[in-house]
Each structure stands twice: as C-alpha cells, then as structure tokens.
C-alpha cells in the first residue's frame, strides 16, 4: 500500500518549514477550550424536546450536527 499524497503545497507536521504552535497560540487554544468547557453546565432559557433544560453546549453541539449534515442544501 502507497502512502497517502498530501495536496500540493501542504506539508505534514514534521517536515521543515511546517506550521508551528507558539506557547502563545497554544496558551489561547486552552483558554478557548476552558471556556468552552464551562458552557457544559450554563443552561439556556429553553428545553429539549424530552423536556429537559438544555444547556448551552448541547444546544451548539445539536445546531453544529445540523449544519454539517444540511451544509449541501445551502
């Protein structure tokens, strides 16, 4: 079996002259992630469908499943 070929001008991540993540970058990916986490337990005003307060992270994770599977139609 042949290896997988990259589209023309991407290069894996151990290749020089790839894209590197600063401890900066790295630094606000986990404080985006932090937040993120912490809209798991925020609840929004409305309910699933079964009756249950919904919070705001199933709430986007449902709208984001939607999106992906619609995305042809529009």
Do not use: I, N
């Not at 023309?8 to 990916?29: E, F, I, K, Q, W």
């Not at 005003?45 to 009756?51: C, K, P, R, V």
């Amino acid at each position: 079996p042949h290896a997988p070929q990259l589209p023309t001008g991407t290069a894996p991540y151990d290749s020089p002259g790839a894209p590197r993540m600063t401890s900066t970058d790295l630094a606000g990916v986990l404080d985006f992630l932090r937040a993120a986490e912490a809209l798991k337990v925020q609840t929004r005003s409305g309910f699933t469908s079964a009756g249950r307060a919904e919070s705001v992270a199933d709430h986007t994770w449902r709208l984001c499943l939607m999106a992906v599977v619609l995305a042809d139609q529009f």
